[in-house]
C-alpha cells in the first residue's frame, strides 16, 4: 500500500502528555485505528475512529480525526512508563479487502 | 477465549528446509491474516482469507505458501527461503472482512531466522 506517514520517534516525560501524529492515504478509509507494539511482541489494539467523527475519547486517549487533511492523532494523558512502545496509526484499504495498511510506527519512550 | 494463538515463537531454518507456521484462533472469526514486520518497519499485509478461501495475496513469492485448512487454522508454509525472508511473522484474525470496523487482533509472532 501507499505509504502512511508518521513520525518515527518521541521522548516525553512521565506524568506529561504524549501526542503521535499520523497522515494518512486513503480518503475513501471509512475507519481509521491506532494499534501499540511492545518489544518482542504482537500488536495490541487500542482505538479506533469512525472518519465521519472528528474526536473519540477512552480514558487516557483522545483521538483527533482532520478528515479533509487526512491527518490523525493520539494524544495519551498522563504517559506512564509502561506506555513505551512503537504506535502505529493504521487505515483499512478497499481494494486489499479492508485490510489494515501500518504507518510507519512511532516509538515513544517514556522516562522517569 | 480472545487470543490468536501462534506457534512456534522462534523458528530457525536453512535455505533448502520445509517448515510451517501455525496459527489458531477460536474466536470465530471468518477472516484471517498474514503479516510479515521486518526490525523497524510497520508490517506488510502477505495474505487475506475469508471463509477459508484465499481472498488476497499481495504478490508473495511462491516460497511462501498459506493454506487455511478450517475457520479456526491458518498455516504458513515455508520453502527454499533465503535469508532476507528473516522477519517477524504475525497472524491476525477479525471477525469477517467489512465496511465497517474490521478490527483485526494480533497473535505475538513467529520470529524466523533463514541461515
Known amino acids: 500500500g501507499e505509504d502512511v506517514e508518521q513520525s518515527l520517534f518521541l521522548s516525553v516525560r512521565e506524568g506529561d502528555s504524549s501526542v503521535i501524529n499520523c497522515t494518512y492515504t486513503?480518503?475513501?478509509?471509512?475507519?481509521l485505528y491506532w494499534y501499540k507494539q511492545e518489544p518482542g511482541a504482537g500488536l495490541q489494539l487500542l482505538t479506533y475512529?469512525?472518519?465521519?467523527?472528528d474526536m473519540k475519547q477512552d480514558q487516557r486517549l483522545t483521538v483527533l480525526l482532520n478528515k479533509k487533511d487526512k491527518h490523525l492523532s493520539l494524544r495519551i494523558a498522563d504517559t506512564q512508563t509502561g506506555d513505551s512502545a512503537i504506535y502505529f496509526c493504521?487505515?483499512?484499504?478497499?481494494?486489499?479487502?479492508?485490510?489494515?495498511?501500518f504507518g510507519k510506527g512511532t516509538s515513544l519512550l517514556v522516562t522517569p | 477465549d480472545t487470543e490468536v494463538t501462534q506457534t512456534p515463537k522462534h523458528l530457525v531454518m536453512g535455505m533448502t528446509n520445509k517448515k510451517s507456521l501455525k496459527c489458531e484462533q477460536h474466536?470465530?472469526?471468518?477472516?484471517m491474516y498474514w503479516y510479515k514486520q521486518k526490525a523497524k518497519k510497520p508490517p506488510e499485509l502477505m495474505f487475506v482469507?475469508?471463509?477459508?478461501?484465499?481472498?488476497i495475496n499481495e504478490s508473495v513469492p511462491s516460497r511462501f505458501s498459506p493454506e487455511c485448512p478450517n475457520s479456526s487454522l491458518l498455516n504458513l508454509h515455508l520453502h527454499a527461503l533465503q535469508p532476507e525472508d528473516s522477519a517477524l511473522y504475525l497472524c491476525?484474525?477479525?471477525?469477517?472482512?467489512?465496511?465497517?470496523?474490521?478490527?483485526?487482533?494480533f497473535g505475538a509472532g513467529s520470529r524466523l531466522t533463514v541461515l
Open positions: 493504521a487505515e483499512s484499504i478497499v481494494y486489499s479487502g479492508y485490510a489494515l495498511n
Open positions: 474466536m470465530g472469526h471468518r477472516a
Open positions: 486513503d480518503s475513501s478509509s471509512t475507519y
Open positions: 482469507y475469508s471463509y477459508e478461501k484465499l481472498s
Open positions: 491476525a484474525s477479525s471477525q469477517d472482512l467489512r465496511s465497517g470496523a474490521n478490527v483485526l487482533t
Open positions: 475512529i469512525f472518519s465521519n467523527m
